[in-house]
């Protein structure tokens, strides 16, 4: 969602706020803004857009001061505009704030305010926090007793930083992230470990209710009641540093490239955290799958191999539906939740209420540090390293990769997984050879309206996933569909401008899909099938390598569609690292 960050210590805290917002982006990046505190007054300079053009046009870099706040916002209430970019001020400048999360209360307590005569000068619910501070600041001439009191009045889920005249920096948290940084420069205070990680690795990952107050002195950590609580200091993987772009253009394009090794290395680590995953699953009455978006698409595949293989019967629940559909989850069930960031709000609350019933919570994370993984009973993590772009991309092919470890485990090797893993990752490198062709291909979709992707079985998800990409990256229109569901309705969409992809490896569903691409081609539309055999039926082709084990096919195959949706961005002048009105870590319900 959006990205918070204060810092206080030796450095001119400006680039240090720009260096650490450019690298938390991916949380959001409608607008930027920074607050400097320099001789008792606070400067404040913020604009619509992403941080390097904010910067060029304002010169953030250039501000005065060893302490401040920034914010990078991905918006939730108001529109993308400079007056809703944080900070924000209260009425005066003398306490600014920046904000992550939903204040669901805040017309009351604008009301309330406004009778108090507090003016607002945004149309954002985050402005509230400032006008609350600024209020219990008058009242108790205390920043640790105004911090109590606002935290108080505040519903919803939040995350914040603020910035008070005399220097003090102050922060808490509710069901959104809010990490301090030791570093021997200085503290830093931040929505994620990347805000600090070039400068230290040494985290302290806040509990809900915290407050963190550092003043001219000292850190100290309150809890809601005000007194002084202790939280454990934890060493973070200076490997999160990495995140550059290297030789490639994009991040997206980079992580695309990263998944051969990534797999390669996948779960070796994990060996006797995965036995525990199967006990438990082996174990347990009822077995639950979830998560959002990409990682749902995951799932589902995860639902057809565990019962294809190793005859554990699952069930899928999107997440963001799952507290509609608790029938049949009890404390003999198991949910397994998966999730890239560890953060995904949806997740959380579906965690949440099988946690309620008694279900035991496995998940699988990049992020160890997440607040998934803290609310899991065990946990195994991808270890993909930071993802960036916002489209998924390596994390898929890893949380992939490790299911099928899981359900190979699980049924003795019967999946054939392990046996095959190093002619997989021959296969990726194989398959990401064919990066020119298809970016001739994007080429050729450049004016496309409908893309349709067909699937059938372990390849439907995939299907979804392809039509995700592209709708993501490059913001046309694009739908995966089970191949044998097009003469139930779709089919009827089909005309000469229709492109359908039809994803085919050489096996059990192939000649069904064949059949497919027919009915379709009759309507007129262009057909690409992805295949490793070609058919006179495609206009296009786009060939994947050969692999004995057909199971796996899915890990292969979703590689083509990540380049091609990848160059459709591209020819289409987007920027695949940032597409519009989408957020890396979707914090909120
Ligand atoms: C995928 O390309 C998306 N950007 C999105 O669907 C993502 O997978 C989803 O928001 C879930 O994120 P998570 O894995 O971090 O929970």
């Given at each position: 969602m959006c990205s918070i960050i204060g810092y206080k210590g030796q450095l001119i805290v400006a680039p240090v706020l720009v260096d650490s917002l450019k690298r938390m982006e991916y949380r959001g990046y409608d607008s930027v803004g920074i607050a400097t505190i320099n001789n008792g007054k606070i400067l404040l300079k913020k604009g619509v857009g992403k941080v390097v053009d904010v910067n060029k046009n304002l010169?953030?870099?250039?501000m005065d001061g060893h302490i401040g706040i920034g914010h990078t916002r991905w918006a939730?209430?108001?529109?993308?505009t400079e007056k809703n970019a944080h900070p924000h001020y209260g009425c005066t400048d003398s306490i600014a704030i920046v904000h992550n999360g939903i204040i669901e209360n805040h017309s009351e307590l604008m009301e309330e305010l406004i009778e108090l005569g507090h003016v607002f000068k945004?149309?954002?619910?985050?402005e509230v926090i400032a006008h609350l501070l600024e209020r219990y600041y008058a009242e108790h001439k205390n920043i640790k007793s105004s911090m109590i009191e606002t935290c108080r009045r505040l519903k919803g889920y939040y995350a914040f930083v603020a910035a008070f005249e005399d220097g003090t920096i102050c922060g808490s948290r509710y069901n959104e992230p809010l990490v301090i940084g030791l570093a021997d420069t200085g503290y830093f205070i931040s929505s994620d470990i990347l805000g600090f990680i070039g400068y230290t690795d040494k985290a302290i990952f806040l509990d809900n209710r915290d407050i963190v107050v550092l003043d001219s002195k000292t850190l100290q950590i309150y809890d809601q009641d005000g007194k002084t609580v202790k939280r454990t200091l934890t060493q973070v993987?200076?490997?999160?540093?990495?995140i550059d772009k290297g030789k490639y253009a994009h991040h997206t394009l980079k992580e695309i490239h990263e998944q051969p090794s990534v797999v390669e290395k996948i779960g070796i680590q994990n060996l006797d955290k995965i036995e525990e995953f199967c006990s438990i699953l082996k174990n347990s009455k009822a077995v639950f799958l979830t998560g959002s978006g990409t990682s749902y698409h995951c799932a589902l595949i995860a639902k057809h191999i565990l019962s294809n293989f190793a005859k554990i019967h699952a069930e899928t629940v999107v997440s963001s539906e799952f507290q509609y559909t608790l029938?049949?989850?009890?404390?003999s069930s198991v949910l397994l939740a998966l999730s890239?960031?560890?953060?995904?709000a949806d997740v959380l609350q579906a965690v949440k209420a099988a946690k309620n019933v008694g279900a035991k919570i496995l998940s699988i994370v990049n992020?160890?540090?997440s607040s998934l993984a803290k609310i899991s009973d065990s946990f195994l993590t991808?270890?993909?390293?930071?993802?960036?772009?916002?489209?998924?991309?390596k994390s898929f092919t890893a949380q992939l990769s490790l299911i099928y470890m899981i359900v190979d485990t699980l049924c003795n090797g019967y999946l054939g997984f392990k046996v095959n893993k190093q002619f997989l990752v021959g296969a990726l490198r194989e398959a990401l050879d064919y990066e020119i062709e298809i970016r001739g291909i994007a080429e050729k979709l450049r004016d496309a309206r409908d893309i349709y992707v067909l699937g059938r079985s372990i390849h439907y998800p995939i299907a979804l996933e392809g039509a995700l990409k592209i709708k993501e990256l490059s913001y046309i229109h694009a739908e995966g569909i089970a191949?044998?569901?097009?003469?139930?309705?779709?089919?009827?969409?089909?005309?000469?401008?229709s492109y359908v992809i039809i994803i085919n490896p050489?096996?059990?569903?192939s000649d069904n899909n064949i059949a497919s691409a027919h009915e379709v081609k009759a309507r007129g539309a262009t057909i690409i099938g992805i295949s490793n055999t070609p058919n006179e039926v495609y206009d296009i082709f786009i060939k994947i390598p050969f692999i004995q084990?057909?199971?796996?096919?899915p890990i292969i195959e979703v590689l083509p569609l990540q380049i091609l949706a990848y160059y459709l961005s591209l020819v289409k002048n987007i920027d695949p690292d940032y597409p519009r009105n989408l957020a890396k870590s979707v914090t909120v319900k």
């Open positions: 010169d953030l870099s250039s939730t209430h108001g529109g993308v945004s149309d954002t619910d985050s993987a200076w490997e999160l540093a990495a029938d049949g989850i009890d404390n890239q960031s560890g953060e995904t992020i160890p540090t991808i270890e993909c390293g930071p993802e960036i772009g916002v489209a998924a991309t191949a044998g569901e097009l003469k139930h309705g779709p089919l009827a969409l089909i005309d000469r401008n050489n096996d059990s569903t084990c057909n199971a796996i096919y």
